[in-house]
């Protein structure tokens, strides 16, 4: 089991429990999952993410068999390129970006050449759909939620695309994956970290419409709790309880 | 036997929501209770569910149909559920027969929704006969209210605070610190108000929500409960487990006794 959406580093607007690697660890064990794919949440809040790069690369470095890292690059500043290679270098298994953080619109070019460049260098984009309930946010965070629209067209930008999509909800998905082609709906893995189970029994309803293979684990560590996504996975319909998900590492 | 869990925040659906998988609804609500070990799920239906009148504004007429649906499923499923009557405090006359009505046929508690800011006086009547029958009003809570939002009138800790001090003898379930805004602002609003009881349902599983509840109002003063989404009320049931702040008696007060306390002896199924 890989949770793919874990990350580290405080968060800007609420005080979130010791958001530290180590924790993180004990967390993993605890909870019996193997990996962590692990982004720097402070970085979607900086104008500029090589120093969280920087910081995330030391922080998980004693616990490297456990957690991967996942370096944001932002595409609308120039020479970005470079860093794709030498994300790869530094053992990152995906590129993380955080289009309304960024202020970058749903046609963005710069987040479709990215999307691209990714898929060539054979590393998935991580794609945040929110960290927050709408509902709650601080007065100063207005870069509100990743659009569907935004998703589509990256889904769209290239046959290597490859995204990850997380803290998406069952609209968002179904609006995304059926505005796809067939061929399209293959590029995009959506994680269960905010999709509802019963009695509404979304989690469930996608995995019979859309299939299971599309969907991995993912918690939203330290920001959620990471007893959710497996509680959601353990309520699911008898039927649907062996059902296989995806394997980001395949993807 | 396993300890009992009481489930303070439930619904059901019925024919009349307009909904066509209802029954599934309502079977998957039984079917994730029985996983999670729920005892009994103390649930209300609300009106039409938004199909003939407003989710958070139901016509007098969908209140009772809604409560009917209630009661027959109060029949059907015996002690497994308890119900809640859910009145429109708009309607004053209209709401107080149905309490009187629906406490007759088993009604254990009163359910508000957002149909009148909680701390108005059009409340005060429906409290007066919650206290008269000892019934806990479970109040339905946007957490710090900001502005007004569309198609409910919304109440938050403040305005429940108020609310409470005028009936000091009637319980209040503030109903789902994760079911949106601010929960923080809760804690600080209803801190003075012994009276209020949040529950911790709702769809939020913020790390930090339930130390913050634990840290500020104490394991004797918070319930158990899911509301539309059972897969974070188990998620929240297993990691009050990793607080470190509970002993094994706080989690018993957290998943039951304290609903057996505040609700009237024996009404309460699997719950001694």
Redesign the interface.
Known sequence: MIDVNALVGPYPF????HPDADVLVRVLD?EEVDLAWVGHLPSAFHRDPAAGNAELLAALKPHAARLKPVLAIRPDWPRWEPLLKDARDAGAVAIRAYPPQWQLGPHDSSMAELAIACGEARLPLVLTVRF??L??RHPLDVAGDLSAAAIRALARAGKGVRLIVTAAGREMIEEVHWGLTPEEQQRVLWDISWI??????H?AKLFRTIGSRRFVYGTQ?????T??P???L??L?DDLGSAAMGDPDEF | MNEPLIDCHAHFLHALCGRSDWQ???A??F??GD??GVTCHVASILGTHGFRSPVYFPSPDDVTVGNDAMLALLKREGTRVAMMVTVNPNHTAHATREIERCVKAGAVGVKLLASRRADDPLLDPVCALAAKHGLPVLHHI???RRREWPNQEISDGADLARLASRHPKVIFILAHIGG?????HTFHAVKGSPNIYPDLSG??????ML?DAIKALGPKRLLWGSD?????G???L??LE?TGLLSADDLKDIRWRNAARIFRAGTLGGVA
């Open positions: 609420r005080s979130i429990p605890r927050e309930d509902r709650q509802w189970g019963p009695p509404e029994d989690l560590w330290p920001l959620r709790l007893q959710n497996r509680a959601n353990d309520l319909p | 599934d609804v309502n998957a609500r079917r994730a996983k999670i946007w957490q710090h949106g805004g601010d929960y923080a769809s939020g599983v913020d790390r930090g130390d539309i989404t059972m897969c974070t188990l998620a929240k297993r990691a990793t």
